[in-house]
């Protein structure tokens, strides 16, 4: 019993491996190695039939083509079983129309809820709470989201979060606060005295020489 209270609060941390898993889903048994080389978005909702967690679904359904474009998979997950994940889906799909095209995670064991700290007993000691993970192709940690059983999450700020992870990426930047895509981003810091005098001769938009932005060049 220690050792699953234990585990229970043993949270994953971001720029750490993600947790290796093999699992039952909706589409069949899938293996964290199967996502290698995209990005994933893992993602735990407490419950089936319930409206929060619908709504959230159907949410992001709505997000799926962009997250396709942006070569990002979509993988959800409750401790509920692949039955009940079936019908849920299929329920939605009659009642609003929407299909749910990414699979489900029947976590019934709760190993990879325990694995990913997604049971938070001050919550509830049984249902996952709304956790977002958000796993590079090299299946490193980049971004870990934790929402209320009461709030449900904002689509757009997950859409924002991969334009940015992969802007910073490839472009060896940063971005600052409230960025959006074609907004300027943050040129990282001099590392000498040198550099940040010559910086300021660069043309960046700066406010002093540890904080400079510049306009990504489209492409």
């Known amino acids: 019993m220690e050792e699953v209270r234990e585990r229970t609060i043993s949270l994953p941390r971001i720029g750490e491996p993600a947790p290796a898993f093999e699992v039952a889903t909706t589409q069949g048994v899938l293996k964290l190695e199967d996502f290698k080389g995209a990005w994933l978005i893992l993602f735990s909702h407490p419950a089936d039939f319930t409206p929060v967690c619908t709504t959230e679904f159907i949410a992001f359904a709505e997000i799926y083509p962009e997250l396709q474009k942006r070569g990002v998979q979509l993988l959800g997950l409750s401790v509920d079983s692949v039955s009940s994940h079936i019908a849920w889906v299929r329920n939605i799909e009659e009642k609003?129309?929407?299909?749910?095209?990414?699979?489900?995670?029947?976590?019934?064991?709760?190993?990879?809820?325990?694995?990913?700290?997604?049971i938070h007993p001050g919550q509830s000691k049984t249902e996952t709470v709304r956790c977002?993970?958000?796993?590079?192709?090299?299946?490193?940690?980049?971004t870990i989201?934790?929402?209320?059983?009461?709030?449900?999450?904002?689509m757009d700020e997950i859409l924002r979060i991969i334009a940015a992870l992969q802007t910073t990426d490839k472009n060896a930047v940063a971005?600052?606060?409230?960025?959006?895509p074609?907004?300027?981003?943050?040129?990282?810091?001099?590392?000498?005295q040198e550099m940040a005098e010559e910086r300021l001769k660069q043309g960046y938009e700066c406010v002093d020489w540890y904080l400079c932005k510049k306009?990504?060049?489209a492409k």
Do not use: H
């Open 96 to 118: 609003t129309g929407v299909r749910i095209p990414f699979p489900i995670i029947a976590d019934l064991s709760k190993e990879v809820s325990l694995a990913y700290g997604m």
């Open 132 to 142: 977002v993970f958000i796993i590079d192709p090299n299946q490193i940690i980049r």
């Open 145 to 154: 989201l934790y929402y209320p059983l009461t709030t449900g999450r904002n």
């Open 175 to 180: 971005t600052p606060a409230n960025w959006r």
């Open 182 to 192: 074609g907004d300027m981003v943050v040129v990282p810091p001099p590392n000498t």
């Open 215 to 217: 306009k990504l060049q």
